[in-house]
């Protein structure tokens, strides 16, 4: 199973009702949960950090261990704090907790996302510019340490 | 840069001190600085001249020693903030300044014009640092000169007045305006009724910008929640844009 295929997957259960969500193929096994419902109003700023990250990988030994940093509000997805400038995270860089991951904008109020935890950042699903649901999968970042 | 010149205290709700700097790059940029180098909530900091000001997405905010640019600092007793503060807080300062200025209205979502012009505009940042949430409230006015540097047409109080103003005390009302938008947050207030009263941009053409997409729409309404009502080719629809531009005839 490829990146694409596991973002295929999480968009697949976040689109539908469905809150918990497992299979396995050959040693990978595959688990998602959503804990949040999906129908909350706009927030110009982030919920509890805490609810900014859902566990798409069991952190037991030999899962994958990735976890998805989704949208902790509506609004629109920026991975540079401006048009011309480096993107703050690629893939394959490892982050510090506290290290700012993405902006997130609404009504014209600039919301940095932090990493809640160190790890790398395995997938970037959502394009520069993009507007974006809450709850939404943003990147797959692999938890270290 | 940077070199505080002076100080004075404020008030004991949301804005507590004003920090005077002489020049500063970005005063929310110095701001972001501050607050991370254990920085007192309620701050603003005040630059008489900012060299690099930022407005969204990086562009350039371009001031001289006729602007009034500060910045305030607060953090957030909550983990979230009031979701309408950044509409609020545009609303408040139309309401203290139309004392100056009559004519002053509020395009969606916080920027202040005069006629088909611009006057001022606002942009907001929130931060974690400790697990707090804090917020840096951006401001940038053209009090005495108009300088020309961006894609709207921009105006000044002293070309819309005909006076020229001392920059304290329009600051001091500026102030003012920040506080009664953090109030109307707080408390809540009727959007919809506000923006239909002090907004410019209801039932007239715009060009509507959402990530890549742009389109043409009249907007009926502001929604409780912040979000326009659009009425356009797709039909009507609630719908959170990143910008609206007036389509000026």
């Known amino acids: 199973m490829e990146f694409k295929d596991i973002k295929e997957l999480i968009l697949l259960v976040n689109a539908t009702e469905i809150t918990d969500f497992e299979m396995e193929a050959g040693d990978l096994r595959i688990c998602i949960r959503k804990g949040q419902g999906d129908t909350a109003p706009i927030q110009v700023s982030p919920q509890d950090p805490a609810l900014a990250f859902s566990d798409v990988g069991p952190a037991s030994k030999g899962s994958l261990g990735l976890e998805a940093v989704v949208a902790p509000m509506v609004g629109t997805f920026y991975r540079a704090p401006a048009q011309d400038a480096p993107p703050f995270v690629e893939e394959g860089d490892v982050v510090a907790p506290g290290q700012v991951l993405f902006i997130i904008e609404a009504m014209k109020m600039m919301n940095e996302i932090e990493a809640e935890f160190g790890g790398v950042v395995e997938k970037i699903l959502v394009a520069n510019g993009e507007p974006v649901e809450y709850g939404q999968p943003l990147m797959l970042v692999r938890r270290q340490g | ?233 797709r039909g009507l629809q609630a719908f959170l844009p990143d910008e609206i531009q007036l389509l000026l005839s």
């Open chain 2, 1 to 233: 840069m940077g070199e505080r010149v002076n100080y004075i205290q404020w008030g004991k709700e949301i804005v507590r001190q004003i920090e005077i700097h002489h020049t500063l790059g970005s005063t929310n940029e110095f701001g972001k600085t501050r607050l991370k180098s254990g920085g007192m909530s309620g701050t603003v900091l005040w630059a008489l001249e900012q060299k690099k000001g930022r407005g969204r997405r990086g562009r350039a905010w371009v001031s001289d020693q006729g602007s009034l640019t500060f910045s305030l600092i607060w953090r957030c007793p909550n983990p979230v903030l009031p979701s309408a503060l950044t509409l609020t807080v545009g609303l408040g300062l139309v309401l203290e300044l139309q004392q100056l200025v009559p004519e002053l209205k509020v395009k969606w979502p916080n920027d202040l014009w005069i006629g088909e012009k611009k006057l001022g505009g606002i942009l907001t940042e929130t931060v974690r640092q400790a697990g707090q949430l804090w917020v840096i409230l951006g401001v940038g006015l053209n009090v005495n000169s108009t300088p020309q540097a961006e894609v709207s047409p921009r105006t000044s109080l002293q070309e819309a007045s005909g006076c020229l103003w001392p920059r304290l005390g329009i600051l001091h009302c500026a102030l003012k305006g920040v506080e009664l938008g953090f109030e109307l947050a707080d408390r809540g207030c009727n959007l919809s009724a506000l923006f239909r009263r002090h907004g410019n941009f209801l039932h007239r053409p715009l060009q509507v910008f959402r990530g890549q997409e742009s389109f043409v729409a009249r907007a009926r309404d502001v929604l409780p929640d912040g979000r326009l009502l659009l009425e356009s080719a």
